[in-house]
């Protein structure tokens, strides 16, 4: 006797089927997207910061304060650094000293390939050196010597990308520091007057004389950019009182010592000690 089966496919359910091509799909676009994260040279979207991730010039007072960046475009030549009154103390000190939390404004810098860079020392009673190295640590690249109260430093030109960190000496204990990083930027910056300009720096003065420092600033022939009124750290001072002003200044067609000589005379009248 022979007994004859006789197999019947098994016809899938439509629904069934459906969910099958859903869940494979998934899996495809899960997998594609992790490949895609961990290829070196995946571009993925990121957030703008203040102009550091995407080099997008940025030399407004406001942003300085609150972002502590400057980042220059690619017409800039030579940016000039400040010290600012009492940056050598520290944040935990019993009585607060400082004016503002920058050690150095901009306390990072973003600039172009050769840009000279200088440190303008406004601490007023203070010499500072300032000891350039590269940020993957190693020797001492530059050192600006001593730089006395309301002059410039010896400059350096940064002519190789990368990221340099900067210090110097404060008060026992205390180190204060920068950076810069240095790419190639591509567009320019203009000031807020859509002038040209190679060269930005930083005053800071008591807001309540700010009028008359701004126009000593126009008066030694430079151009204010942006001011930024903030309430200082310390409270007040006798002649200061307890607000302060950041001035971004620019320059063009000048040579960086015709720069510096009305800063150092308007800096030896403020009222700081």
């Known amino acids: 006797m022979y007994i004859s089966f006789v197999h019947k496919p098994r016809i899938m359910d439509n629904r069934n089927f459906g969910k099958i091509i859903m869940v494979f799909t998934i899996l495809a676009v899960i997998a594609s997207f992790l490949h895609l994260a961990s290829s070196p040279n995946a571009v993925l979207a990121q957030v703008p910061s203040s102009g550091i991730g995407n080099n997008q010039p940025n030399i407004n007072a406001e942003n300085l304060f609150n972002t502590k960046t400057m980042v220059l475009g690619n017409n800039v030549k030579n940016l000039v650094i400040l010290i600012p009154n009492e940056g050598h103390h520290g944040p935990n000190e019993d009585d607060e000293a ?100 190679d060269t930005v720096g930083v005053l800071m003065v008591p807001t309540q004389d700010k009028d008359a420092y701004i126009q000593e600033v126009a008066n030694g022939g430079l151009t204010v950019d942006s001011t930024f009124d903030f309430n200082d750290l310390r409270g007040g001072q006798q002649g200061t009182g307890d607000v302060q002003t950041l001035i971004v200044w620019t320059s063009t067609g000048k040579d960086l010592n015709s720069v510096i000589s009305p800063l150092s005379e308007i800096s030896s009248t403020l009222p700081y000690s």
């Open 98 to 197: 400082r004016f503002l939390e920058q050690q150095f404004v901009p306390k990072t810098a973003v600039i172009n390939s050769g840009t000279t860079v200088a440190w303008f020392n406004g601490d007023v009673g203070h010499e500072r050196t300032v000891d350039v190295a590269n940020a993957n640590g190693g020797s001492i690249l530059f050192s600006t010597g001593e730089i006395a109260d309301m002059q410039v430093s010896k400059t350096i030109t940064f002519n190789s990308t990368g990221t340099y960190n900067y210090e110097a000496e404060g008060d026992p204990g205390v180190t204060m520091r920068g950076a810069i990083t240095v790419g190639n930027i591509q567009s320019p910056v203009t000031n807020s007057a859509n002038g040209e300009i």
